[in-house]
T-cell receptor, first 116, second 114 residues
Framework: DAKTTQPPSMDCAEGRAANLPCNHSTISGNEYVYWYRQIHSQGPQYIIHGLKNNETNEMASLIITEDRKSSTLILPHATLRDTAVYYCIVYDFLNAGGTSYGKLTFGQGTILTVHP | GAGVSQSPRYKVAKRGQDVALRCDPISGHVSLFWYQQALGQGPEFLTYFQNEAQLDKSGLPSDRFFAERPEGSVSTLKIQRTQQEDSAVYLC????????????FGPGTRLTVT
């Protein structure tokens, strides 16, 4: 089961910041928070990830609370092309055959609609 | 560079037929994942390969599903005796490492079983 809770949908005006919240109250100390998005009829696209510190890249910023129980993905200037389902994922680290790997467990995500 | 490619993009099968779905990962990526996405749902993990070794097949829903990656590059997901509940988008993803590396997804194969 997904370890995260997200609102089912959000709206945002074009050019404004989109702030997408995520609750992950059961996150463990070594688990990362990953964000992906899925535009209609495409495969999911990686956006950003973080452990404790806030992170920023060319697509977005990730703000993680000090207790790590929640985070917010920020798209600073949303465009119509940012309309998508956004998934917040607590990254599962697993071991098999002496090898560590990560498995993505997607929830329902947040449908972000950016309107003109 | 080239991303993850999948073929066919669309497949219609009659119930009971066998299907084979192909994934070409990004060159050099050792990790390969298969996911199943039902309509209106998020993707669900099926299986994981590191090079040619299938290290995790815990998500395969039945023994009608199996996957292979014999040379550690191209992978094939095979579904035998397809059922209507197998209708979904099948996504392949690859990454360069085991942990802490983002997965790059292909466009998926939409399977419809009639």
């Amino acid at each position: 089961d997904a370890k995260t809770t997200q609102p089912p949908s959000m709206d945002c005006a074009e050019g404004r910041a989109a702030n997408l919240p995520c609750n992950h109250s059961t996150i463990s100390g070594n688990e990362y928070v990953y964000w992906y998005r899925q535009i209609h009829s495409q495969g999911p696209q990686y956006i950003i990830h973080g452990l404790k510190n806030n992170e920023t890249n060319e697509m977005a910023s990730l703000i993680i609370t000090e207790d790590r129980k929640s985070s917010t993905l920020i798209l600073p200037h949303a465009t119509l092309r940012d309309t998508a389902v956004y998934y917040c994922i607590v990254y599962d680290f697993l071991n098999a055959g002496g090898t560590s790997y990560g498995k993505l467990t997607f929830g329902q995500g947040t449908i972000l609609t950016v309107h003109p | 560079g080239a991303g993850v490619s999948q073929s066919p993009r669309y497949k219609v099968a009659k119930r009971g037929q066998d299907v084979a779905l192909r994934c070409d990962p990004i060159s050099g990526h050792v990790s390969l994942f298969w996911y199943q996405q039902a309509l209106g749902q998020g993707p669900e993990f099926l299986t994981y390969f590191q090079n040619e070794a299938q290290l995790d097949k815990s998500g395969l829903p039945s023994d009608r599903f199996f996957a292979e990656r014999p040379e550690g590059s191209v992978s094939t997901l095979k579904i035998q005796r397809t059922q209507q509940e197998d209708s979904a988008v099948y996504l392949c993803a690859s990454s360069s490492g085991g942990t802490g590396h983002e997965q790059y997804f292909g466009p998926g194969t939409r399977l419809t079983v009639t």
